[in-house]
């Protein structure tokens, strides 16, 4: 797990509370069954509507890819909690934990996309969108790889004792996560500055261009709707980086239930893959559309074989009439 102390203390290795259990055994089963579903919805409406095929949904497309990836996981390491078997479930969490290095950079990568197409949108632009995808997303894959690699594999960092609250704290891990989290920052400053350029290079066509009533080419609403995505994965990844500061000094948050602590900050940060679909859905066009056709498509099935059953019930029931 990429949120652990030391592969010595691998979450939770003895003694398992029932907070835990609850967690790893139902809450995470739920957010996957959630993240899957709701993910491969995201897909499917980027996918078929070719007037999104821009390097930024390019790379909303990818990050919906990482975060039904991260939900099939959680499904499989939940049911490895479930049966007791603890080592293939911290296995299937790197998977997860490999994830989440993935949508660090792939929200990094959306901002810094949005920033260049808005700072230098000529030579920008002429750049072939196809090309401008697959280098974001080899970019982002090699970066999350050299980050992988380097959390795992290199353990040869000081580990000290901290007595009752945490065996062993592997200072390496910590400095990694904080590494993390400045990326984190960084991508939130990048997206902050995009969403002000974007407004005021709005503001200036609505000036200028007073016949078109405000219209401008420029889509603040797509800007909010990731910055409201970046902030929803920050309110989910801060209680784990918090409690891997609070670890620094060999003080954990929870103290004695340090162990709790981190198991709740973890499910915060897992959760997060069930987050963007709901988030899209309340604040984009095509998703709401899709939505639509999907219940009205429902409903109608639906209507139409209760109608099919009344008049073959209505059919059988004359029929039995005429025979007596």
Not at 167 to 176: Q, W
Not at 224 to 249: E, R
Not at 284 to 295: G, P
């Amino acid at each position: 797990m990429m949120f652990v102390l030391n592969e010595t203390t691998a979450m939770f290795p003895t003694g398992h509370s029932m907070l835990q259990e609850i967690i790893f055994s139902v809450l995470l089963q739920i957010s996957g069954i959630i993240a899957a579903i709701g993910n491969l919805f995201v897909m499917s409406v980027i996918i078929c509507n070719k007037s999104l095929h821009t390097p930024s949904n390019i790379l909303l497309l990818h990050l919906a890819l990482i975060d039904h990836l991260t939900g099939i996981c959680l499904i499989i390491a939940s049911a490895f909690y479930i049966e007791g078997n603890f080592d293939s479930f911290h296995e299937i969490e790197n998977g997860v934990s490999m994830c989440v290095i993935l949508s660090i950079f792939n929200l990094l990568f959306i901002g810094i996309d949005r920033l260049l197409s808005l700072s230098y949108p000529f030579q920008y632009m002429n750049i072939n969108d196809r090309v401008k995808s697959w280098v974001t997303v080899a970019a982002i894959w090699f970066l999350a790889t050299i980050v992988y690699v380097f959390s795992f594999y290199g353990q040869n960092f000081v580990v000290i004792d901290c007595g009752e609250f945490l065996s062993n704290v592997d200072m390496g891990t910590v400095i990694r996560e904080f590494t993390l989290g400045g990326i984190v920052l960084i991508s939130i400053m990048i997206h902050i500055r995009v969403y002000c350029i974007a407004a005021n290079q709005a503001r200036r066509i609505a000036q200028s261009q007073t016949e078109s009533q405000g219209q401008s080419p420029i889509n603040l609403k797509a800007i909010k709707t990731t910055l409201i995505v970046l902030g929803a994965f920050c309110v989910c990844y801060f209680p784990v980086l918090f409690f891997q500061m609070s670890t620094f000094n060999c003080s954990p948050l929870g103290g004695k239930n340090a162990n709790n602590v981190l198991a709740i900050a973890t499910f915060f940060l897992y959760s997060g893959c069930t987050v963007n679909p709901v988030i899209y859905t309340l604040r984009r066009e095509e998703f709401k559309n899709q939505i639509k056709r999907f219940l009205n498509k429902c409903c109608f099935s639906r209507c139409k074989l209760m109608v099919e059953n009344s008049i073959e019930m209505s059919i059988s029931t004359t029929r039995r009439e005429q025979a007596y």
